[in-house]
């Protein structure tokens, strides 16, 4: 009964997000968020959240998650690396 409801709560999500958009549109809105550079990244990551996951659904919550902890993680090794060879 739980695997029924838990597929069921998938297939949900799966039709509810992940929708994808045309090329016009994505670099639209990066060009819009590029104009509107206030408040810094976390103010940049809440808008794209608001933006792809709430507002046109281009992307699942937890597949959000992921591509920024991507990010983040890529951005925090740099750092490191680019602070280790620089002294």
């Known amino acids: 009964m739980d695997q029924e409801l838990e ?20 670099f639209l809105y990066f060009l819009m968020l590029g104009f509107a550079n206030i408040g810094g990244p976390v103010a940049q990551i809440t808008m794209m959240y608001n933006h792809m996951v709430e507002r046109r659904h281009w992307l699942l919550e937890d597949r959000f998650a992921v591509h920024v902890t991507g990010v983040r993680l890529a951005v925090e090794c740099r750092y490191h690396y680019c602070r280790r060879y620089a002294r």
Not at 7 to 26: A, C, F, I, L, N
């Open 7 to 26: 597929r069921e709560q998938t297939e949900t999500r799966e039709d509810e997000g992940d929708q994808m958009p045309s090329w016009r549109e994505v």
